[in-house]
């Protein structure tokens, strides 16, 4: 539920959003030339979606400078030192992300990072 005022740090998200891009930052599915995730982790992410919000960060930028980390998504761990939003608490944070889409918008991009998971096992076993 919103609250009547809104933070200055959540006023400034809200008038800097359009310029504002969101990336998610996952974990390492099928990088060749880094360490990938075991078959078991893609199979733990695949089942328990919580335990892959807790791998992936999403990171906000503003002309490619990160404004903003989002650490842990699961539950909601994040990190700034940007000075407009470095005093922002969860609940400020949470509601410019679900008013604005952000949150609908990581949802999809974490079912992307699903679907490459399938998508390595299915390579590993052969079976695509």
């Not at 933070?7 to 099928?30: E, F, T, Y």
């Not at 995730?37 to 979606?49: F, H, I, M, N, P």
């Amino acid at each position: 539920m919103a609250r009547k005022t809104d933070s200055n740090q959540k006023k400034w998200l809200l008038k800097m959003h359009p310029a504002i891009v969101w990336r998610i930052d996952g974990p390492n599915v099928s990088n060749p030339f880094d360490s990938t995730s075991s078959d078991e982790k893609l199979e733990e992410y695949l089942s328990d979606r919580a335990t892959l919000l807790s791998a992936c960060k999403a990171k906000a930028y503003m002309d490619e400078t990160e404004i903003l980390r989002i650490i842990n998504l699961a539950e909601l761990k994040f990190e700034t030192v940007h000075p407009n939003v470095v005093n922002i608490d969860e609940l400020d944070l949470m509601e410019y992300l679900k008013e604005q889409g952000v949150w609908l918008f990581l949802s999809k991009e974490i079912d992307r990072v699903r679907e490459l998971c399938r998508e390595e096992l299915g390579r590993r076993r052969g079976g695509g």
